[in-house]
Structure formats: structure tokens, C-alpha cells
């Protein structure tokens, strides 16, 4: 059976409100996105503590971080290195809450040559899906319109370029209406 969740900050950033309207739905988990005004890959020790007490106060699972990990440019060095640092905080974050998943993207998207460019967006992932073998996690792509992996379809491609079960899919219906 499914398990229904939502991501906190589309409610508010202050997590205890975010957490109290989950449980008055129903729901069952938390997807931290971004809390107190802060990523999850920038909250602090005691801040990660508060989280994990607000949602055990209201009998919620943290089971995934929605990271900005890979919403960087392809083409700068600079950035992938950043969020290679984004994704090992973000790690270290989802151990602490619980979490087994972690979303991200597939770099902003600067024209249509998807299949040109998806080696070299391979090659890119090596290192993160070492990060999550490691740490036993799961990456999932979202489809984004503003990143290569802009629908379903090439999401579908770039996971099975990517060949490996750290990864998988988050499809965002929305998202693929957007898509050129």
C-alpha cells in the first residue's frame, strides 16, 4: 500500500505547523525541502534534533530529503564541486532524520542536445552514486523543465544510462506538461 506524504515547506517553513497538518490529513511522512528558511544540507546538529522530535511528537516518518543537488550547471567545475559537498551534507542530514531517499536533478538544462551531452551526464553521477552506495541510499531524479532530464522520457533514458540501483525516478505529471 502506498504510504502519503508531503513536502513541508508547500505548507510552511515553520516544520511543528508543517508536521501538525500532515497528521490532521492523515498522512504519514515528511519530506523536508527546505525548514526554518534553510536546505537540509545547512541545518544545524540541533536543528536536525528538533526535526526528528517534531516529527516523532506527530507519529510522521522522515523518509525523504528533496535536496537542490544537481540544480548547478554542467559546464563549471566549481558547481559540480559544490554539489558534491551539497549531496555528502545532505547525506549525513537524511542518516540523522531517517531518510533512505534523496531527490535531485540532472543539471539546468542550456538547449535541447540531451543526447549529446548525456555521457558527460553520466559521467557526472559516478561519483554521487558512489556517495549513495556507500551510505545505502537512493537517488531519485525528479523531471524538471529546466533541467536535461526535462520529462519522464528522458529520465527513463538517463537512469538507464546511469545503471545503477542507487538511482531511480521521481515523475512529476506537472513537470512533463512543462516539458519542450
Same mark, same amino acid.
Given at each position: ?9 508547500? @505548507? ?9 497538518? +500532515?497528521?490532521?490529513? $492523515? ?15 545547512? %541545518? /544545524? ?8 522530535? @517534531?516529527?516523532?511528537?506527530? #507519529?510522521? !516518518?522522515? *523518509? +525523504? @530529503? ?6 548547478? #550547471?554542467?559546464?563549471?567545475? !566549481?558547481? @559540480?564541486?559544490?554539489?558534491? !559537498? ?17 531527490? $535531485? ?5 542550456? $538547449? ?5 551531452? %548525456? *555521457? ?7 561519483? *554521487?552514486? +558512489? ?6 541510499? /537512493?537517488?531519485?531524479?525528479? #523531471?524538471? *523543465?529546466?533541467?536535461?532530464?526535462? #520529462? ?27 516539458? %519542450?
Amino acid at each position: 500500500m502506498f504510504k502519503k506524504g508531503v513536502i513541508t515547506d508547500e @505548507i510552511s517553513q515553520d516544520l511543528e505547523y508543517a508536521a501538525k497538518m +500532515a497528521a490532521e490529513f $492523515g498522512l504519514s511522512g515528511l519530506e523536508l525541502r527546505s525548514v526554518w528558511n534553510k536546505g537540509v544540507h545547512e %541545518l /544545524t546538529e540541533e536543528e536536525i534534533a528538533k526535526a526528528i522530535q @517534531i516529527a516523532r511528537s506527530y #507519529n510522521l !516518518e522522515i *523518509p +525523504a @530529503i528533496s535536496s537542490p543537488f544537481f540544480k548547478c #550547471n554542467l559546464d563549471s567545475p !566549481e558547481e @559540480i564541486e559544490q554539489h558534491y !559537498e551539497i549531496l555528502a551534507k545532505t547525506i549525513s542530514a537524511a542518516k540523522k532524520l531517517g531518510a533512505k531517499i534523496i531527490r $535531485g536533478f540532472a543539471f539546468w538544462r542550456k $538547449g535541447p542536445d540531451f543526447d549529446e551531452l %548525456l *555521457p558527460q551526464i553520466v559521467e557526472k553521477f559516478q561519483k *554521487p552514486i +558512489a556517495m549513495l552506495k556507500e551510505a545505502g541510499m /537512493t537517488l531519485a531524479l525528479e #523531471n524538471e *523543465p529546466s533541467t536535461y532530464n526535462c #520529462n519522464a522520457a528522458r529520465t527513463v533514458q538517463l537512469i538507464e544510462a546511469l545503471n545503477s540501483p542507487q538511482v531511480k525516478a521521481v515523475w512529476d505529471a506537472g513537470n512533463d506538461i512543462y516539458s %519542450l
